[in-house]
Nanobody
Framework: QVQLVESGGGLVQAGGSLRLSCAAS????????MAWFRQAPGQEREFVGA????????TYADSVKGRFTISRDDVKKTVSLQMNSLKPEDTGVYYC??????????????????WGQGTQVIVSS
């Protein structure tokens, strides 16, 4: 059983920055591929970015590439999402997800085994 807890969401003005964190349980965290997804009101959950178990490679949705950065700390068992140059369209609930079976990261939510509860991000214009 793996538990994921996101934190760091909040309200920010367009152009600002936020850093989200996801704290994970599980002895084998260093072997998990991790990802961030988001869901805007009335929309389906969408892929934001992912990081392999080794920390590289990473991959991002085109909409966030160059603005968002994923990193991981296997000692602290955390994965972070640094979000810069935020836009109102980045508003949504951000979810952390873990892939624990060694398949590697995927861009679809079906590729992940565990999910956090989400943290709200609101970007005002």
């Amino acid at each position: 059983q793996v538990q994921l807890v996101e934190s760091g969401g909040g309200l920010v003005q367009a152009g600002g920055s936020l850093r989200l964190s996801c704290a994970a349980s599980g002895r084998a965290f260093s072997s998990y591929a991790m990802a961030w997804f988001r869901q805007a009101p009335g929309q389906e959950r969408e892929f934001v970015g992912a990081i392999s178990w080794s920390g590289a490679p990473t991959t991002y949705a085109d909409s966030v590439k160059g603005r968002f950065t994923i990193s991981r700390d296997d000692v602290k068992k955390t994965v972070s999402l640094q979000m810069n140059s935020l836009k109102p369209e980045d508003t949504g609930v951000y979810y952390c997800a873990a892939e624990i079976t060694g398949r590697g990261f995927r861009r679809h939510e079906s590729g992940y085994d565990y999910w956090g509860q989400g943290t709200q991000v609101i970007v005002s214009s």
